[in-house]
C-alpha cells in the first residue's frame, strides 16, 4: 500500500473515533473525554490535509519545479503541529469552568470502553503507518502515526484518570485531566513544527546513507577510476521529503572522445543508482588538468527511471 492508501485509511479511522469519543462524552460528561474526542477532529483535519499533500508531492517535475514537488509534504507536519496548538487552547478554554465548578460523571462504564475501542483503532493504525512511513520515506505519514500514538497515550492517561474519578471522589481530576491532555499534545505540536521547518533546509543525507555512497565511490576507484587516471571529488548529497540527490565531479583525460566520457559518467551513476534505489545523481564531467569554477553552468542531470 502507498502513502495515500494509509492516509484514506486514516481519514476513515479519524470518522470512527470521532463517533466514539463523542458519544463516550455524551454519556458520561466528562471534558477529559471531551479533550480527546476535540483531538480526534485535528486528526481528522491533518490526514485530509497530508492526503492532499501527498498528492500534490508524487506530481511529476515541471517547467516551474524543475526538482518535483517533494517537499510539500513538509507543509502536511507543518499544518498537523498548528492544528494541535489550536485543539489544545480549545481544550483548555472548555476545562478551566469545569474546573471552577467541578461536575459528577455518568455511565462511566459505557463511556470509557467506547473511548478504549477507539484507542485499539488509533494504535493499529498508527504502528501500520510508522513502518509505511519508513519504507515510503513519507514525513507526511511519520506526522500522523506520530500524532495517532500521542493520541493513544492520551486516551489511556485519559480513562485511568476518568475512572479515578468515582474511586476518589475528586471531580476537579477530570478537568484537569483535560488540561494535561492539552499540554502534552502541544509538546508534540511544537515536535511536529520543528521538523516541518527543518525539512524545508536543504540537508544532507544520513550518515548511513553518506557511507553507502562513499563505499560505492571507493569500489569504483579500486576498480576502474584508479586504473583509467581518473578521480571522483566535491561529493555533495542533500534529501528533499522522499527524494535523495548527489552530485559529484568526475575528472577524466582531456584527450577522451566526449562519448567514451558520456559512457564513464553513466557507469558511475548506474553504480550509485543501484546501491541506493531512487537516488538522483547529478555528476559533471572536468578535464583532469582543469578545474571548475563556480560561475560555470549547471551540470548535467542523471536521474532514476
Not at 110 to 137: D, E, Q
Not at 142 to 163: F, K, N
Not at 285 to 303: F, I, Y
Amino acid at each position: 500500500m502507498q502513502a495515500h492508501g494509509y492516509l484514506k485509511l486514516s481519514v476513515a479511522v479519524a470518522l470512527a473515533t470521532i463517533g466514539l469519543k463523542t458519544l463516550a462524552w455524551w454519556i458520561t460528561g466528562s471534558v477529559g473525554l471531551l479533550s480527546d474526542a476535540m483531538e480526534s477532529f485535528v486528526n481528522l483535519a491533518a490526514a485530509l490535509f497530508a492526503l492532499w499533500m501527498v498528492t500534490v508531492a508524487a506530481r511529476p517535475a515541471d517547467e516551474s519545479h524543475p526538482f518535483g514537488h517533494a517537499k510539500a509534504e513538509y507543509f502536511s507536519s507543518g499544518l498537523e503541529g498548528l492544528l494541535i496548538f489550536i485543539a489544545s487552547l480549545a481544550i483548555i478554554w472548555t476545562a478551566v469552568p469545569r474546573l471552577m465548578d467541578p461536575q459528577p460523571l455518568e455511565q462511566l462504564g459505557a463511556g470509557t470502553a467506547l473511548s478504549v475501542a477507539s484507542s485499539v483503532l488509533n494504535g493499529v493504525l498508527a504502528v501500520l503507518m510508522r513502518r509505511a512511513a519508513v519504507r515510503l520515506r513519507s514525513i507526511a505519514l511519520e506526522a500522523d502515526a506520530r500524532h495517532l500514538m500521542t493520541d493513544v497515550y492520551t486516551s489511556i492517561g485519559v480513562v485511568a484518570g476518568v475512572l479515578l474519578v468515582p474511586l476518589t471522589g475528586w471531580l476537579w481530576l477530570d478537568p484537569l485531566l483535560a488540561i494535561g491532555v492539552a499540554l502534552n499534545i502541544t509538546r508534540e505540536g511544537a515536535s511536529l513544527l520543528r521538523r516541518s521547518a527543518d525539512g524545508l533546509m536543504d540537508h544532507a543525507l544520513g550518515p548511513e546513507q553518506q557511507q553507502t555512497i562513499e563505499a560505492t565511490l571507493q569500489r569504483y576507484r579500486q576498480q576502474r577510476a584508479d586504473a583509467a587516471g581518473l578521480r571522483v571529488d566535491d561529493v555533495k548529497t542533500r534529501r528533499a521529503a522522499q527524494q535523495r540527490f548527489c552530485e559529484l565531479h568526475l575528472h577524466v583525460p582531456a584527450a577522451w572522445s566526449v562519448g567514451r566520457a558520456m559512457k564513464e559518467r553513466e557507469e558511475l551513476a548506474r553504480a550509485l543508482i543501484d546501491a541506493m534505489p531512487g537516488l538522483r545523481v547529478t555528476i559533471e564531467l572536468v578535464p583532469l588538468d582543469m578545474e571548475p569554477l563556480a560561475e560555470e553552468p549547471g551540470p548535467t542531470h542523471l536521474e532514476t527511471p
